[in-house]
């Protein structure tokens, strides 16, 4: 597994600008399903693990929030009932693999339907565009705005159809035992050949894309005690305004 620094690095090589905000939200969006599934399960009162196994369809319908990014579509991989991301001419898929965190990723297959083979042959459809304001990227401190991964991940180079980063997910309805996402590749046996991979437990939920500071908008925050200081009549006794009479 790589470290903080070269996860960063990775996501904004990969996606652009918003790279930092994909990863962040991708580890929030996953505890938000867990947490959902785990609720839904317990109040079914059922001995069957099914409706926590929904959890494949739950994840799927939150990363559809992805789409909304600049330079990104929602896209049907072959015949697929669902939609996946592509964000810069890159699909991410949540993949629930395992239900102890036992389970060896490597090991595990992955193109187990025509669906999960057309994966790594999409092209980036009609993608969203950005209106370019001159603001800074979302989630980027200063020295990553000026490096030149970040240049070079905001190249139209990077723009390229047929990547697939992959979200593994083990999980059950007693925890979230691991998740990690990664470049990956299909090899001959339906098993992926990872190129790069991180892991997320640890990793924060990141703000809204293009957030900045509330605190420091001129519509947000407790604005300023205005203080109206009339001109009084002076007062009956003292002969002076009342309000001088502090």
Same mark, same amino acid.
């Given at each position: 597994?790589?470290?903080?620094d070269?996860?960063r690095?990775?996501?904004?090589?990969?996606?652009?600008?918003?790279?930092?905000?994909?990863?962040g939200r991708?580890?929030?969006?996953?505890?938000?399903?867990?947490?959902?599934?785990?609720d839904?399960?317990?109040?079914?009162?059922?001995?069957?693990?099914?409706?926590? !196994?929904?959890?494949?369809?739950g994840?799927? =319908?939150?990363?559809e929030? %992805?789409?909304n990014?600049?330079?990104? #579509? *929602? &896209?049907?991989?072959?015949?697929?009932?669902?939609?996946?991301?592509v964000?810069?001419?890159?699909?991410?898929f949540?993949?629930?693999?395992?239900?102890?965190?036992?389970?060896?990723?490597?090991?595990?297959?992955f193109?187990?339907?025509?669906?999960?083979?057309?994966?790594?042959?999409?092209g980036?459809?009609?993608?969203?565009?950005?209106?370019?304001?001159?603001?800074? !990227?979302?989630g980027?401190?200063?020295?990553? =705005?000026?490096?030149?991964? %970040?240049?070079?991940a905001?190249?139209? #180079? *990077? &723009?390229?159809t047929g990547k697939?980063?992959?979200?593994?997910?083990?999980?059950?309805?007693?925890?979230?035992?691991?998740?990690?996402?990664g470049?990956?590749?299909?090899?001959?046996?339906?098993?992926?050949?990872?190129?790069?991979?991180?892991?997320?437990?640890?990793v924060?939920?990141?703000?809204?894309?293009?957030?900045?500071?509330?605190r420091?908008?001129f519509t947000a925050g407790?604005?300023?005690?205005?203080?109206?200081?009339?001109?009084?009549?002076?007062?009956d006794?003292?002969?002076?305004?009342?309000?001088?009479?502090?």
């Open positions: 597994m790589c470290s903080v070269e996860g690095r990775w996501a904004i090589e990969t996606f652009g600008a918003h790279g930092v905000h994909i990863r991708v580890a929030e969006l996953i505890r938000e399903e867990h947490a959902a599934s785990a839904a399960q317990e109040a079914s009162g059922h001995r069957s693990r099914g409706v926590y !196994g929904e959890f494949w369809r994840i799927l =319908e939150r990363f929030d %992805f789409g990014l600049p330079h990104a #579509a *929602l &896209v049907r991989p072959g015949q697929a009932p669902y939609k996946i991301p964000v810069n001419g890159v699909a991410i949540p993949w629930r693999y395992g239900r102890t965190g036992g389970e060896d990723l490597v090991a595990t297959p193109v187990t339907s025509d669906a999960r083979s057309a994966m790594f042959a999409l980036s459809g009609a993608t969203q565009g950005e209106l370019n304001l001159g603001l800074p !990227g979302p980027l401190t200063p020295e990553e =705005e000026l490096a030149d991964v %970040f240049e070079a905001m190249s139209e #180079a *990077l &723009v390229t697939v980063v992959v979200v593994a997910i083990s999980s059950s309805p007693m925890a979230l035992h691991a998740m990690s996402w470049e990956a590749t299909s090899t001959s046996d339906g098993r992926l050949k990872w190129s790069f991979v991180e892991d997320l437990i640890e924060a939920a990141s703000g809204p894309a293009g957030a900045v500071d509330s420091k908008t407790e604005p300023p005690t205005k203080v109206i200081r009339w001109q009084s009549e002076p007062d006794s003292s002969g002076v305004p009342a309000d001088d009479d502090e």
